[in-house]
């Protein structure tokens, strides 16, 4: 079948130790991760969504292409809300993401908690919590916990623009520093923190001055370029693997959409969207690249397409009327041990 | 036996759980080499090495943001709070990370964070606070307050072994003033949860914790001598979770009760002690619930001023006696 055919002889060779078959299973999750955010602003549109939607239209590469530099099932992330691609690649499933924004009873987190906002230490990520910066602290004593047992494990933790500016992002990359813990950070510059440019978030050019501070060696790259964000990744995993301490990478990229769903981004120049979806959309860009360097068919790149729908109709199909939890199912778990929180007196009259 | 002071006690507790258990490790600013500043971990670092006594930067929210992600491993973290006064730089952590890792997530997160609270030791607004009420209001959490050597030791031990957070406040005006005999060889574990009668009585209650728990004592003995009267004093250990029985057990056997804190009284944990007390056991009450408390100001330096602001002794005893003769 001639869209299996093999690259020609004269094809460029394939970058960055990447076979041909992880080159197009990059583009699956990049495809799946825009499909699936699509398949969720319509079901926020049909109010199927409980809260907020958040959206990594634009720059889905960084968070698939840095993600893919990690060992699957031995390292661990801590994905921010526009980081849905990198917990697909750990092994997050569709249906799972799907059930937490529309709160169902058998979410991961049972409908405690929103969005991204979830775990599987075993598949290798951690969910974020609201407050940012906060992460950079806990995953320092995962990456801490790895070095005292001689793991050779990796941490891996992204941080926006935004906040880059929290104290607990400056302890936390202090903290790691110092301790010389294998922690990769990717530093996401995309322009916009909620309505926040970057001339009033911080007064350096480049979020990688910041991380010299500390004493992290830092690397700026193409934050939609997915072979430049995969090779600088995987040299600081790797460096950070062999005891080399904390690492920190910058990368541009641009939010084309609002802080969320309901923000109309009336603050962002109409030209600039324009330019970003039209000239630098990290998808498509990518898909060129496969196929101007002849490392893959067009034909190929339409069966990724349609697998990707096919997945996600199939997905939101088995939950989309799925129950919400029942309401005294709150009580639980606060504790190991009393198992349930008492249910108030007038709730029993 | 030898006594042993409750900074010793809590220091042993230290030590027995990190021979126990190759999961606990103790992580701070100058807990290494220096010790401690209280000296609570003197030696650890020769004994258990770096990898396990571990000095950090001046980052109470990365010490206790690093602790939780330790612990989410398997691991055992003992965070120390150089004064307990700075745990507020980790409130961020402690209550929205840490403390709703179990409910939101399904994530463990077996963490101790303790260190020197109190007053009574001159040490200003900054080196004295009580920080309880702060950490009280908080679900997920769990507050321990020893008020002798057995619970010093009995408590840090449970608090390690415990599988939810738990804040470990030790009153450093108890460190060396306070001393019994504890047996060797002997693992004390005092049960999370659970108040100790420090004195029975029959005449009125006197609920307290921590430093109190001994002016209450002290002010107990006055009153059995200068008029007779017989007071119980309950010791509630652990704050969080509340042992709401023992409280309502000792209400139903004298049916006056005197609430007796360190801290401010605002948002205290004494109004949430007398609301329950009202809930569950109002036909027992002969008396109003009062309290005698540290008044609604900053603590402040000057012994004349850290003496007036701060509950005492004689503080105790008129209320008692005003209470009794209700």
């Not at chain 2, 490790?25 to 090495?49: H, M, N, Q, S, W």
Request: charged share 25%; glycine share 8%; with cysteine.
């Amino acid at each position: 079948m001639a869209s299996h055919a093999a690259p020609t002889p004269q094809a460029p060779a394939v970058p960055a130790g990447l076979t041909r078959a992880q080159l197009l299973e990059i583009y699956r999750y990049l495809r799946l991760t825009r499909t699936l955010e699509e398949r969720l602003v319509a079901l926020y549109r049909q109010s199927k969504v409980v809260g907020g939607l958040f959206r990594s239209l634009g720059q889905e590469v960084e968070s698939v292409a840095s993600a893919y530099a990690l060992e699957r099932g031995r390292d661990i992330l801590s994905p921010l809300i526009r980081n849905l691609g990198s917990m697909l690649v750990m092994g997050a499933e569709p249906i799972a993401i799907l059930r937490q924004y529309m709160a169902k009873a058998e979410s991961p987190t049972h409908g405690r908690e929103l969005n991204l906002h979830f775990n599987d230490l075993e598949q290798g990520y951690l969910g974020q919590i609201s407050h940012l910066g906060d992460m950079i602290p806990v995953m320092a004593g995962i990456a801490l916990t790895f070095k005292l047992r001689g793991e050779a494990r990796v941490g891996l933790v992204y941080i926006g623009d935004g906040g880059m500016s929290t104290g607990t992002f400056h302890e936390g990359l202090n903290f790691a520093a110092v301790a010389r813990v294998p922690l990769v950070v990717i530093a996401e510059y995309n322009r916009w923190a909620y309505s926040t440019p970057p001339e009033k978030q911080f007064a350096v050019k480049d979020l990688a001055e910041k991380a010299r501070g500390y004493g992290v060696p830092a690397v700026t790259v193409d934050g939609n370029d997915v072979v430049a964000v995969y090779e600088a990744t995987k040299a600081a995993v790797e460096r950070a693997r062999r005891g080399h301490g904390v690492h920190l990478i910058e990368v541009k990229t641009y939010r084309r959409k609002g802080h969320a769903e309901h923000d109309d981004q009336h603050y962002v120049p109409k030209d600039e969207l324009a330019w970003w979806a039209k000239e630098n959309d990290p998808i498509d860009r990518y898909a060129r690249r496969l196929l101007e360097s002849e490392w893959a068919t067009e034909d190929e790149l339409q069966q990724i397409d349609a697998a990707a729908r096919t997945e996600i109709d199939r997905a939101t199909d088995a939950c989309v009327d799925e129950p919400l939890p029942v309401g005294a199912s709150a009580l639980g778990g606060v504790y190991a041990d009393p198992l349930a929180a008492p249910r108030h007196w007038y709730r029993s009259l | 036996m030898a006594d042993v002071t409750y900074l010793e006690a809590l220091r042993q507790g230290l030590w027995e759980e990190m021979e126990r258990d190759p999961r606990v490790f103790i992580l701070g600013e100058d807990v290494g080499l220096y010790g401690g500043a209280f000296k609570v971990t003197d030696g650890f670092v020769k004994r258990f090495g770096e990898a396990r006594v571990i000095d950090t930067p001046i980052s109470e929210a990365a010490i206790v943001g690093a602790a939780a992600g330790a612990a989410h491993m398997g691991m055992r973290p003992v965070a120390e709070m150089q004064f307990i006064d700075f745990i507020s730089c980790a409130y961020d952590m402690l209550t929205n990370y840490v403390a709703t890792a179990r409910y939101r997530a399904g994530l463990a997160t077996p963490i101790v964070v303790r260190g020197p609270c109190g007053g009574y030791v001159r040490g200003g607004p900054f080196h004295s606070q009580s920080p309880e009420a702060a950490f009280f209001h908080t679900p997920g959490l769990k507050i321990v307050y020893p008020a002798t050597a057995r619970d010093a030791k009995g408590l840090i031990k449970a608090a390690i072994r415990d599988d939810d957070p738990v804040i470990y406040l030790e009153h450093k005006w108890l460190y060396r003033r306070i001393k019994e005999p504890l047996p060797d060889g002997e693992d004390l574990v005092t049960p999370i949860g659970e108040a100790r009668v420090a004195r029975e009585g029959k005449d009125l209650s006197i609920v307290t914790y921590g430093a109190t728990v001994w002016k209450s004592l002290e002010a107990a003995d006055q009153l059995a001598q200068e008029d007779g009267l017989a007071v119980e004093v309950l010791d509630l250990r652990t704050l969080l979770p509340m042992d709401d029985a023992a409280i309502m057990r000792t209400v139903e056997k004298t049916n006056k009760v005197l609430i007796v804190h360190e801290d401010t009284r605002t948002g205290g944990v004494a109004g949430e002690i007398a609301a329950r007390i009202n809930e569950q056991a109002f036909a027992w009450l002969d008396g109003p619930i009062m309290r005698v408390t540290a008044h609604d100001v900053p603590l402040p330096y000057a012994p004349t001023l850290e003496d007036f602001v701060l509950p005492q002794t004689e503080d105790i005893v008129k209320a008692a006696r005003w209470l009794a003769a209700y």
